[in-house]
């Protein structure tokens, strides 16, 4: 069956540590895959897209990269702050860069950052 | 821009009730999208358009229906609310109609439905 995966409902770190959050899938192709931030309350906000093409990509202290043969995303951020407490949502498409309406969702981890 | 809004932000309905949970963008996005946010489940798509006058379903589409006749507008109505319906709607906008997955997604705030 198909699953999207992130592999920790919460993960719990000190001020300053780099947070390393996990996203892996089965049986799916993404040509695209995306990472949101949601804070309590509210939607989701769009973070980062990676490209099966691309590693690697970075956006100030958060980096994530595209592993198409492990099928895995990992999603870091270094130098971490007790405001980037929050889940964080791993998506990918999968109609491989189509334009089939199923992003699909994992169901996030919750990240809390402890002074 | 306003971005992606919604309304309502809370809403009780009755079993059998029916409603529309109206979602607007302003920023001349193509594509449009309702999910509902389960405890547990995580975002599921209900239904999507890739223009005016163009839908389709998603993951979860039973019980609700959709039509999109303006560029900025997208409402999802319920037709006949049921306690399994309770549940946080968001609606999201991108910018490409090539597919949700070549783009970021705005989300809106979320309704909050209770079904009784």
């Known amino acids: 069956s198909q699953k999207i995966e992130q592999n920790s409902e919460a993960l719990n770190i000190q001020e300053g540590k780099t947070a390393t959050l996990t996203c892996n899938y089965t049986?799916?192709?993404?040509?695209?895959l995306q990472w949101y931030r949601q804070d309590p309350g509210r939607g989701p906000v769009f973070l980062l897209l990676i490209r099966e093409n691309e590693k690697e990509k970075r956006k100030e202290r958060l980096k994530v990269t595209f592993d198409t043969t492990l099928k895995q995303s990992l999603f870091h951020i270094t130098a971490s702050q007790p405001a980037d407490s929050a889940t964080y949502l791993c998506a990918l498409d999968p109609d491989y860069g189509g334009s089939q309406g199923n992003l699909i969702f994992g169901k996030g981890t919750k990240l809390s950052v402890k002074p | 821009n306003a971005g992606v809004t919604q309304t309502p932000k809370f809403q009780v309905l009755k079993t059998g009730q029916s409603m529309t949970l109206q979602c607007a963008q302003d920023m001349n996005h193509e594509y449009m999208s309702w999910y509902r946010q389960d405890p547990g489940m995580g975002l599921r798509l209900i239904h999507y358009s890739v223009g005016a006058g163009i839908t389709d379903q998603g993951e979860v589409p039973n019980g609700y229906n959709v039509s999109r006749s303006t560029t900025e507008d997208f409402p999802l109505r319920l037709l006949s609310a049921a306690p399994s319906q309770t549940s946080v709607y968001f609606c999201?906008?991108?910018?490409?109609?090539?597919?949700?997955?070549?783009?970021?997604?705005?989300f809106g705030p979320g309704t909050r439905l209770t079904v009784l």
């Open positions: 049986n799916y192709s993404p040509a695209y």
């Open positions: 999201a906008s991108s910018l490409s109609s090539g597919g949700p997955g070549t783009d970021e997604q705005f």
